[in-house]
């Protein structure tokens, strides 16, 4: 079992930054793909971005290509997403998401979810 804590939403304007963190429980963090997702009102759970367990490799939703970046420290247990140039339509829950032994989660299919933190952009 693995057990995932976001942290580091809020309330800020139209162009600023946020960073985002998610801490994980557990001795195999190393072994998951990790990665993020966020829920706007009234809309789907979308994919935002995610990192491969084992190469580092990135995906990241057309939306946020080129403003967000994520990175992982597997010996803190924790994966960030830092957010750049942040516009309204970012406003939303975003969701701390891992799955084992794999490369991208970009297909929505995960084995843990965080709690989700919130994030509200004003224009």
């Known amino acids: 079992q693995v057990q995932l804590v976001e942290s580091g939403g809020g309330l800020v304007q139209a162009g600023d930054s946020l960073r985002l963190s998610c801490a994980a429980s557990?001795?195999?963090?190393?072994?998951?793909?990790m990665g993020w997702f966020r829920q706007a009102p009234g809309k789907e759970r979308e994919f935002v971005a995610s990192i491969s367990w084992s190469d580092g490799r990135r995906y990241y939703a057309d939306s946020v290509k080129g403003r967000f970046s994520l990175s992982r420290d597997n010996a803190k247990n924790s994966v960030y997403l830092q957010m750049n140039s942040l516009k309204p339509e970012d406003t939303a829950v975003y969701f701390c998401?891992?799955?084992?032994?794999?490369?991208?989660?970009?297909?929505?299919?995960?084995?843990?979810w965080g709690q989700g933190t919130q994030v509200t952009v004003s224009s």
């Open positions: 998401a891992a799955k084992k032994y794999s490369y991208s989660l970009a297909s929505g299919t995960v084995d843990f």
């Open positions: 557990g001795r195999t963090f190393s072994n998951y793909a």
